[in-house]
């Protein structure tokens, strides 16, 4: 018995002494006072030095932190993930899913990144300063960075992979949602003028829409940063890292999500709740949820800024009773409120137009089809909770506003909204933000018309990753992507 203990107590005292080890070091005493000494008479004045340019900032690197492992356990990384959306290598440098953005944040990376907790950090980039107009940033890039293939990166890559064509200057449409202009000032550094109010850190350039790419001939996939081969193999996307001989394999299911699970997969993304319920009765894994990603919106065209909004009570019950998956309602302050941004006004649709019984949503969202099809049904429903909620939906035109829910891509999603002849629009925005301001500009210059103060926040949504016991490794970054140990691991 006293073995018993004795074995005990040195088990926890291990653990003491290694938990100890990941905290923080105690500040240092401070130093006595020192003893007063006379005055010595001030020194005779010197001219000033002459202004010198601001020393690039050299972010250190970001200390490891616990706070950001999506398992806090020791153990193997992730071999093996089932996706449960389409995957098309045209889209490797715009993602359209949650598959497409997990997969794809494993090839490419950006010239910063930000942390689950909104802290920047180096990435390709390894220091910026703020240029003194206080819009362009001046960055210098890793001297190691180099392409997957072996070829160095400079910043005349950087500039091509951002514009669409190599001999126009003129910037991708996805690139000039956040950056006005790009210039390659030496073969290592780059002047960065984003749009948007300034901040004190080039926050959004770690949008994975600003990853770094170059297009190959002989690939669909355009080579990235990381030190990894993408290769296609029937129903699966192998990822893997030549330097470490470490691979991680994306299965790609069209099917039912619960057989992923039964196909041994090591790690799924989904907000399914009958996948989630068949998980929780299989002992080797366990369901992690994620940060609240994405806040779906209602745009109405020419809806007033005097209209109240939905109460909490009927957001509650949208998220209950509308959405498949997991929704709650959505929770305030909300960011677009009470913004301090220089936006153009809007520009309503004339007068003459009469706008369509279409509810628009993304079709490749099912939140937001869920919603769609039941603010129409409660267009048609009678008694007071139905009454009470059109007041706040629609407040200034006829019940029967919401007559259908059509569900668009591409192109005729995007001119469907800049035309705002339709009833409403679902759309889902980042809940958090990098640049508030930035974000703003961006869903206004797709929708002119757009007064923010008349959005109407509905519900909020997240993922949840359902991951086999004993695999961790995996970091949370600040848009609730996933970032896998083992292929991605840096040279």
């Not at 160095?152 to 950087?158: F, L, R, T």
């Not at 366990?286 to 109460?311: D, I, K, M, N, Y």
């Not at 409403?424 to 797709?446: H, N, S, T």
């Amino acid at each position: 018995m006293s073995r018993l203990f004795t074995t005990i107590a040195f088990i926890v005292c291990l653990g003491a002494v290694m938990s100890s080890c990941g905290s923080r070091t105690a500040p240092p005493a401070p130093f006595p006072q020192p003893i007063p000494q006379p005055a010595e008479p001030p020194p005779a004045p010197v001219p000033a030095p002459e202004p010198i340019a601001p020393a690039p900032v050299e972010p250190p690197p970001p200390e490891p932190r616990s706070d950001c492992a999506l398992i806090q356990e020791p153990g193997e990384s992730i071999a093996t993930v089932g996706l449960t959306e389409r995957v098309d290598a045209v889209n490797a440098l715009h993602p359209t899913n949650d598959s497409e953005r997990l997969l794809f944040r494993q090839v490419y990376e950006t010239l910063v990144r930000v942390d689950c907790e909104g802290r920047v950090a180096p990435a390709l980039a390894v220091s910026w300063r703020l240029d003194t107009d206080g819009r362009t940033w001046l960055l210098k890039l890793r001297d190691d960075v180099r392409f997957a293939d072996g070829a160095p990166v400079s910043a005349a890559d950087v500039k091509a992979g951002w514009t669409r064509d190599e001999s126009v200057d003129e910037l991708r449409l996805h690139v000039r949602r956040f950056v006005e202009s790009v210039v390659a000032v030496s073969p290592t550094e780059l002047a960065i003028t984003l749009r948007g109010k300034p901040q004190d850190a080039p926050l959004a350039l770690a949008h994975p829409d600003l990853v770094i790419a170059r297009r190959v001939a002989d690939s669909s996939w355009p080579v990235g940063t990381r030190p990894v081969r993408v290769t296609p193999d029937r129903d699966a996307v192998v990822v893997a890292n030549p330097d470490n001989g470490l691979s991680i394999r994306f299965l790609v299911a069209s099917g039912d999500p619960r057989d992923l699970l039964d196909k041994g997969v090591d790690l799924v993304l989904t907000r399914d709740p009958a996948t989630l319920e068949y998980a929780a009765t299989l002992p080797q894994f366990q369901a992690v949820p994620l940060a609240w990603q994405r806040t779906h919106v209602l745009l109405t065209p020419g809806r007033s800024r005097e209209s109240r909004q939905l109460s909490e009570d009927a957001r509650r019950a949208l998220a209950d009773d509308a959405v498949r998956g997991e929704a709650m309602g959505a929770a305030g302050p909300f960011w677009w409120q009470d913004l301090d941004c220089a936006v153009p006004a809007p520009q309503l649709p004339g007068q003459s137009v009469r706008p369509s019984g279409r509810v628009v949503y993304d079709a490749a969202d099912g939140a937001a089809r869920d919603l769609a099809e039941r603010l129409v049904g409660i267009a048609s429903a009678s008694g007071p909770g139905a009454t009470a909620m059109l007041d706040a939906l629609i407040p200034d035109r006829p019940r029967r506003t919401f007559q259908r829910a059509t569900g668009l891509t591409g192109e005729p999603l995007a001119l469907a909204r800049r035309r705002g002849t339709d009833a409403a629009y679902v759309v889902a925005i980042d809940r958090r933000p990098l640049d508030a301001c930035r974000d703003e500009q961006v869903l206004m210059e797709g929708t002119r018309w757009l007064d923010p103060a008349t959005m109407i926040p509905l519900v909020d949504t997240r993922l949840q990753a359902i991951v086999r016991r004993g695999r961790s490794r995996v970091t949370k970054e600040w848009d609730g992507g996933l970032l896998l140990a083992g292929a991605s691991d840096q040279r």
